[in-house]
């Protein structure tokens, strides 16, 4: 059986530069991902097609970022049973509150898990889809594991350097 691996969907390639921290998360936690832009408005045919055909090759969690009227992670969430994460993106004069609302408010029995709007909330979309497949994965956890303390060793080191300063 192949490897499972995480979609990470965007609804257009100028939500890019923001799903980079997704896949750095991803890449430094050696999880094995595909990307997509697609969009449940402009491709929903796309969208639809691709999802099913993920899942049956074995995609353990999908990942989906849009701005605006973000339908794509209520859309995906609705065509398969994995786990499906949101990121709700800054792309218009509302800074991220419409699709913050449009992902976040899913009906009973189809949820997306939002996580924060922007940047910090594609990060831990990447460390949240991780932790999901380290359920099954003991060496993933243990590199997130790693991960976690590398990251209270920086903060500590920061604050050695603040108290040395005063
Ligand atoms: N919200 C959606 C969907 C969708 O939900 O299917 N498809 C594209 N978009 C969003 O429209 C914004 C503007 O897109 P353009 O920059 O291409 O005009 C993007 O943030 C995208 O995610």
Same mark, same amino acid.
């Given at each position: +059986? @192949?490897?499972?691996?995480? #979609? ?18 991803? !890449? @430094? ?6 990307? !997509? ?14 999802? !099913?055909?993920?899942? @049956? ?11 605006? #009227? ?7 969430? &609705? ?12 792309? &218009?004069?509302?800074?991220? +509150? ?9 009906? &009973?029995?189809?949820?997306? $898990? ?6 910090? &909330? #594609? !990060?831990?979309?990447?460390?949240? $889809? ?5 359920? @099954?994965?003991?060496?993933? $956890?243990?590199?997130? =594991? ?5 990251? #209270?060793?920086?903060?500590?080191? =920061? ?8």
């Amino acid at each position: +059986m @192949s490897k499972p691996f995480v #979609a990470v969907l965007m609804g257009s390639d100028s939500d890019l530069p923001v799903l980079q921290s997704t896949m750095d998360v991803l !890449k @430094s936690l050696d999880i094995p991902f595909e990307a !997509k832009i697609t969009s449940a408005h402009r491709t929903p045919d796309v969208t639809h097609s691709y999802v !099913k055909d993920a899942d @049956s090759r074995g995609c353990a969690a999908f990942i989906c970022a849009a701005g605006l #009227a973000a339908h794509l992670a209520g859309t995906v969430a &609705g065509l398969t049973l994995k786990p499906v994460i949101g990121i709700p993106l800054d792309a &218009g004069p509302l800074q991220g +509150m419409d699709a913050l609302l449009s992902t976040v408010q899913m009906p &009973g029995g189809i949820p997306v $898990a939002t996580v924060a709007v922007g940047k910090a &909330g #594609a !990060k831990n979309a990447g460390y949240l $889809a991780a932790q999901i497949l380290a359920l @099954s994965d003991p060496e993933l $956890a243990t590199r997130i =594991k790693t991960d976690r303390e590398a990251n #209270a060793a920086s903060v500590i080191e =920061k604050d050695a350097k603040l108290q040395a300063s005063l």
